[in-house]
Each structure stands twice: as C-alpha cells, then as structure tokens.
C-alpha cells in the first residue's frame, strides 16, 4: 500500500474560515495507484463525481450564501485531492467574501484544475434548484445482498469472482454492502456498488463475497473501485463493464468513482444513504 503520511491525515487539524487555496493537498494518481510509469496506458475511461452539500461565502452586504456544489474530475487527471484537506479548503470560504456564485464557481475551478492537473467541471446549485438534479433512486437491476452466503475472508480476494462459460447476458448487479477503511485513520467508508456489464454471467455468490471482502481493506475510495473494475475484468472477461460506487458522505462531502470501458460519466442518481 502507499504511504499517506505526507498528507493531512491522521494529524490535529487547524481550522481556518478565510480562503486559502494551498489547504490543497494533491495525490498524484500514480502513486495512489502504485503503477510502475506514468505511460502506462489505462484499461477505464471514467470519472470521480464528487458533491459538496456544505459550502457557504459571503455576499457584499456580508450576508452569508450556501449552495451545493458538484465537481467533475477525469479518471485520467495527473492528481487526485485528499479528501480532508478538500473539505478544509471548502471551509475556508465561510467567512470570504465573493461578489457573486459566478465568483466561487470560477475560484474552484481555478484552484482544483490546478491542483488535480487537468480541466474539472464545477457546477454551483441553489438549494431550492438541486431536487431532481440528482434523483434518489436505483437503476434497474438486481440487489445482490439477500443470498445465504456463509463469509470467511474481510480482504480482497479476487479468486472469489467466477463467470459461466456458456451464458452470456447483459444486466447490472448492485449491492449495498461495500465497507472499506481509510488508508491512514482506519475510518469506516460506506458504499453501495453498482455494476453494469455485457457478457459472461457472473455468479452472484461470489461476486457478493468478494464485494464484502473488501470490509477491512484499507485504500482511498477512486482505488478500491479501480481494483474492482480491474478484478471482474480479468476473472470475468465481460466485453462491457461499467463500476460505480456511490460513497456515503462525511463532513458534507461524497465522493463517487465511475470506471467503464466503454461509457464516460455515469447514470444520473443519488443512493437513498446519501
């Protein structure tokens, strides 16, 4: 695994209410990912989709303005940002005066696309605006929880993951069970897990076993639902796979990983959770 301890994790925290880009702390993608170079061509497109229910500024007159941001940032980007010192930054718009939402837009693109390397969507609601933006609902599918499965190993374990040989089908398999820690402070990070594929039929017991082997797995959100994508690749052989998982939010932040071989962003809801 790689070493975090570089990052504000862990660490007592000093809280600031005045704006201050360099709370940034970047992760560059090639060591989250441990590749051996940064040619190596990647098996996904996709993006992270992440969504901040706790941002506020001050207008002119000094009366305090809040709004729901949604950031979009490539699977391709040179950085990921570490989520404390994300939610950090964010805080220190409390008490900073902006002339308008147009003005805290264009600052969080400025200083994100700085910080991951590469162009990111921001997009600003108002409150009132954001129902229906991003639904709560499920997609089509089938939950995958209810089995009599009997688990022994809370540790990835891709050896789990088995596909027919002879049926070949098209559908998606979802499960609310996903568990893994953060990799520095242990914290539990809860998630339901989407998958979306066209090919060999995957057992359902087994891919539920391995999704819950994941409970006592240590890694960053993007990573775990790299490593996932990456498995049911090689031991499933679908022709089309998408992965999305939608995190549980903490400190007013979600992140959200979508991983595919073929689609770019990933279908419009919210998880019930969120």
Known sequence: MADYKFTELGKETAYTDQYDASLLCPIPRIKARQLDTEAKALPFVGVDLWTAYELSWLNLDGLPQ???????????????????????????????????MEAVEQRL??????????????????????????????????CIDRQAVKIDSYHPDSSLLVAATDITIEETLYSHLLKTNCPVTDQPDWASLYIFYQGPK??????????????????????????????????????????????MRRGGLDI????????ERPPLFRQVRQ
């Open 202 to 247: 995957i057992q359902q017991e087994g891919l539920l076993k391995y999704i819950v082997s994941y409970r006592q797995h240590q890694d960053f959100h993007e990573q775990c639902v790299e490593q996932i994508f990456l498995d049911i690749m090689t031991h499933c052989q679908p022709q089309k796979l998408s992965v999305y998982a939608r995190y």
């Open 66 to 100: 809040v709004a729901i941001v949604e950031f979009v940032i490539p699977c391709d980007s040179q950085a990921i940002v570490e989520s404390k010192s994300f939610k950090l930054y964010l805080n220190s718009f409390i008490q900073t005066t902006f002339a308008s």
């Open 256 to 263: 959200n990983p979508f991983r595919s071989t073929h689609l």
């Open 109 to 142: 693109i400025t200083d994100l696309s700085a910080a991951t390397g590469t162009s990111i969507e921001v997009i600003l609601y108002e409150v009132s605006e954001y129902q229906g933006i991003q639904p709560i609902s499920e997609p089509k599918g089938y």
